[in-house]
Each structure stands twice: as C-alpha cells, then as structure tokens.
C-alpha cells in the first residue's frame, strides 16, 4: 500500500479549510458591487419643519423621518435645547451647531 507524503495530505487539508472562507469574501464581494449607490437622491429630497421651542432631539427626529436618514452626534450637543425652526421645502440643509 503507497503512502501519500505527508506535504501532499497537508496541502489538501489546507485546500479543504481556505475554500469556505474563500467563497464567503467572492460572496460578500459580489453582493457589495451588485447594488447601486443612491446616497446622493439624499441631498435631493425637500422638508418642511415649522416648530417653535422644541428640543433640538425631537427636531432632529423629525427630518429623520421626513428625509429616511438618522442622525448620530455627540454626547457633548444638549439634546435638550430649544430650537425654532420654520423651513419651508428646503433641499438640503446645514446646520452648524457651536
């Protein structure tokens, strides 16, 4: 009975556990260039907030749900404070916040 050298069993040992992984990285890699990227239809949509003394939380929920984005920001903006806002179908809006 022949032997196969030991090298040889290795490498197809080797062979048998990379291909897994292999298939998960060309999986994920071919999902991620099939979709098409719309991150600027963003910029395109209009809101209109007309609120008056409300906190800048609430504000912020709220062209959250008029634009479909979320907000994340630091724990170091009071939430709590009161903000006026009358906008009418504006675009795209910049807010600076010192």
């Known amino acids: 009975m022949k032997r196969e050298p030991r090298t040889q069993k290795h490498f197809h ?20 260039i ?27 929920n709220q062209i959250e749900e008029q634009a479909n984005v979320k907000f994340v920001y630091s724990t170091k903006i009071n939430a709590q404070q009161k903000v006026s806002l009358n906008i009418q179908n504006m675009k795209s809006l910049k807010i600076t916040y010192f």
């Open 34 to 60: 099939a979709h098409d990227l719309q991150a600027q239809e963003i910029l395109n949509k209009s809101i209109s907030i007309n609120v008056q003394n409300s906190k800048l939380s609430a504000v912020l």
């Open 13 to 32: 040992v080797m062979m048998k556990l990379s291909i897994i992984p292999i298939l998960f990285i060309l999986l994920c890699t071919s999902v991620s």
